[in-house]
């Protein structure tokens, strides 16, 4: 649902400090259903974080696995349900990262957020989202082959 989410975080009691009071700014009137299901996932939800961390590690390392049989450079991303490539130089070099990415779209069936999308610091690089299971990962790689092939 659309605006359900919640959180938490750990760390440098200076800095939770801090945290703590911008989020009070923004978060108030959280839905009590949301609040009791956040504090029962923190309590008893160890093996399902577990659990779904092991199918994001997986799906990072075949994603990652078979970008690099394409020869890319690619840095696997420690904990994250994204991996922010790099674009090939060589493709870098004919398009920006908001073109690159619209090749993918039209020629691959393949989306990807372009890096641009988040700020300057972004162009070159695209975010690619470990969100679909393995066969169709690896079938986003093939794609992603055969529209590159194509030049």
Known sequence: MAGWRIG???????????????????DYGVFTALQI????AIRH??????????????????LC????????NVVKPKASMFVWQQ???????KMSTFDFAMKLLREADVVV??????????EGYMRLA?????????QAVRQIKRALANG
């Open 87 to 93: 674009v090939p130089t060589e493709w870098q070099k």
């Open 37 to 40: 299901s956040a504090i029962a």
């Open 8 to 26: 938490f975080c750990s760390g440098n009691a200076e800095i939770i400090r801090a945290v703590a009071t911008i989020k009070t700014y923004y």
């Open 45 to 62: 939800g160890d093996k399902a974080v577990e659990a779904q961390a092991k199918v994001y590690q997986k799906r990072r390392d075949i």
């Open 130 to 138: 470990l969100v679909e299971k393995e066969d169709r990962l690896r």
């Open 113 to 122: 957020s372009p890096g641009s999308a988040f700020g300057e610091a972004g």
């Open 65 to 72: 696995g078979g970008l690099q049989r394409l020869g890319w």
